[in-house]
T-cell receptor, first 115, second 110 residues
């Protein structure tokens, strides 16, 4: 299957700082990437859909000014958690499609801890 | 909201077949059934998907009932490494989004 990477794999930051997470499709071009969040012992929750060259579409209840998404190329999408607070501590996972009807492949996830 | 229901947890003996059921009674004609699994602290891994016909690949088999209201994922010879949460997801081919339910926590025991 296709390979999706994330960087960093884990990050610890102080409350009030911003954190950027990168998602890359390594062996294919992804027109669409997705960002999920997962709290302990819970399922994945879709945060937003990111299309290359256009604004991201956020799910209901997700603050777009809090979670900035940029999809500047067909192989890279970034999620920036702005002014992070302890309640933003979570496991953030991205995924990518080869095309709209194609299978979605997931990255390994980024664990964020905000102190 | 997720359009599927799955048992919360299941056990399976190592070497035996693991049969994971999924109900999707409101599935539409053009929606696919996808299965992913998530091993602890990792991103979900794609397993298999299907529309109407049964499907098989190197990882598993997918059996979809004729009315498409339910399906079963079969791991033919479960190993300890198959211990994971298995998610059954109904996906609109045009929307592209995957909406995860709670999944089934499969424990493969020696």
């Amino acid at each position: 299957g296709a390979v999706v990477s994330q960087h960093p794999s884990w990050v610890i930051c102080k409350s009030g700082t911003s954190v950027k997470i990168e998602c890359r499709s390594l062996d294919f071009q992804a027109t669409t990437m997705f960002w999920y969040r997962q709290f302990p012992k819970q399922s994945l929750m879709l945060m937003a859909t990111s299309n290359e060259g256009s604004k991201a579409t956020y799910e209901q209840g997700v603050e777009k000014d809090k979670f900035l998404i940029n999809h500047a190329s067909l192989t890279l999408s970034t999620l920036t958690v702005t002014s992070a607070h302890p309640e933003d501590s979570s496991f953030y996972i991205c995924s990518a499609n080869l095309g709209q009807k194609e299978t979605q492949y997931f990255g390994p996830g980024t664990r964020l801890l905000v102190l | 909201d997720a359009k599927t229901t799955q048992p919360t947890s299941m056990d399976c003996a190592e070497g035996r077949a693991a049969n994971l059921p999924c109900n999707h009674s409101t599935i539409s004609g053009n929606e696919y059934v996808y299965w992913y699994r998530q091993i602890h602290s990792q991103g979900p891994q794609y397993i298999i998907h299907g529309l109407k016909n049964n499907e098989t690949n190197e990882m598993a088999s997918l059996i979809i009932t004729e009315d498409r209201k339910s399906s079963t994922l079969i791991l033919p010879h479960a190993t300890l490494r198959d211990t994971a949460v298995y998610y059954c997801i109904v996906r609109d081919p045009f929307g592209g989004k995957l909406i995860f339910g709670q999944g089934t926590e499969l424990s493969v025991k020696p």
